[in-house]
Nanobody, 116 residues
């Protein structure tokens, strides 16, 4: 069973930056699409950015030009660099391994809080 662990959340002022990291266990990391999702209080969990096994990326409109997703297969790690953060980016951020498949593994989430 794949285990997913996120790190890097925290409190930052508007306009600041944070980098989230996600490590997934197992030998199949390079063959899995990975993604970052977020859930704000009272809202559904939505996709923020995904990266395929070939490196193709997707971003939700609200983060385009500000967030960058990347992966380091040798380290079983995916990153989310978040720049120009806004208060509306405040949420719990979750990493998912196997996005789009039938067996998605989720991390426990990391809190990102952006103060105005």
């Amino acid at each position: 069973q794949v285990q997913v662990v996120e790190s890097g959340g925290g409190l930052v002022q508007a306009g600041g930056s944070l980098t989230l990291s996600c490590t997934a266990s197992g030998r199949t990391f390079s063959s899995r699409a990975m993604g970052w999702f977020r859930q704000a209080p009272g809202k559904e969990r939505d996709a923020v950015a995904t990266i395929s096994r070939s490196g193709s990326t997707y971003y939700t409109d609200s983060v385009k030009g500000r967030f960058t997703i990347s992966r380091a297969n040798a380290k079983n790690t995916v990153y989310l660099v978040m720049n120009s953060l806004k208060p509306e980016d405040t949420a719990v951020y979750y990493c998912a391994a196997g996005v789009g498949g039938t067996d998605v593994a989720w991390g426990q989430g990391t809190q990102v809080t952006v103060s105005s």
